[in-house]
């Protein structure tokens, strides 16, 4: 437990989304997967392991192609009966908020934290993923990679998102459910919790923010 001064001292909430805002997906996307007649895991085996599948996504990522253009590629990796219609919108849809770490983060918000998302962008148009788990309006601040042009763990997107909260970094939180997301935030000075489970992330942030998240009944 942090001593009372650290709580006062942390007044800047940073939040990635996908994983932490949001279940994780991986297991609704081997749903999606099968629903759409591919392997279980052909979705993260395009993005993550095909080389092409690799690229297509850096680009979305930094707003160098959008999604109607990473749609229509991705769809073709994935296989020829797969349609390119609002690909990322199918395969995200059924993924739903993280309604404990939503909750959490309306406390620190309502207590007076600044809040910035930081994510690297899955893309805005025509599925927007920020808009559909209803949770754009929590933050002060939005940090998007591909609005900005530069992704995580890039070290500039960091300092943009403490420029953009106006909180120094030995004020803030970051939070993310990739590892190797969090190491540029320490060196810039910024407390870090690594997501791997919503519940103990969340009492790990109450803890360090001086809130309590109460879901809404």
């Known amino acids: 437990m942090p001593h009372r ?7 800047g909430l940073i939040l990635d989304f996908a994983g932490v805002l949001t279940a994780s997906p991986i297991d609704f996307h081997r749903a ?7 392997a279980p895991g052909a979705w993260r085996n395009t993005l993550n392991d095909h080389p092409e599948g690799r690229r297509l996504y850096a680009a979305l990522e930094i707003g ?10 991705t769809a073709a990796l994935l296989g020829a009966h797969v349609d390119p219609v609002n690909l990322m919108g199918r395969a995200w849809a059924g993924v739903p908020a993280a309604h404990r770490m939503v909750a959490l983060a309306r406390a620190a ?5 600044r809040l910035a998302l930081l994510s690297n962008s899955f893309g805005l148009d025509p599925f927007n993923p920020y808009e559909h788990t209803g949770i754009w309006d929590l933050f002060d601040v939005h940090v998007v990679s591909e609005l900005v042009g530069i992704a995580k763990p890039d070290p500039a997107i960091y300092e943009l998102a403490l420029e953009l909260i106006g909180q120094p970094a030995e004020r803030c939180v970051f939070v993310d459910d990739h590892a190797m997301n969090l190491p540029p935030a320490v060196d810039l000075g910024i407390a870090t919790v690594h997501v791997t489970d919503e519940d103990e992330a969340v ?3 109450e803890a360090l923010l001086g809130v309590t998240a109460v879901l809404a009944v």
């Open 5 to 11: 001064t650290d709580v006062a001292d942390r007044r």
């Open 203 to 205: 009492t790990e942030l």
């Open 109 to 113: 918000r309502a207590a007076g934290h």
């Open 64 to 73: 160098e192609i959008g999604q109607a253009e990473w749609n229509e590629g």
């Open 32 to 38: 999606w997967c099968v629903s759409e007649g591919l």
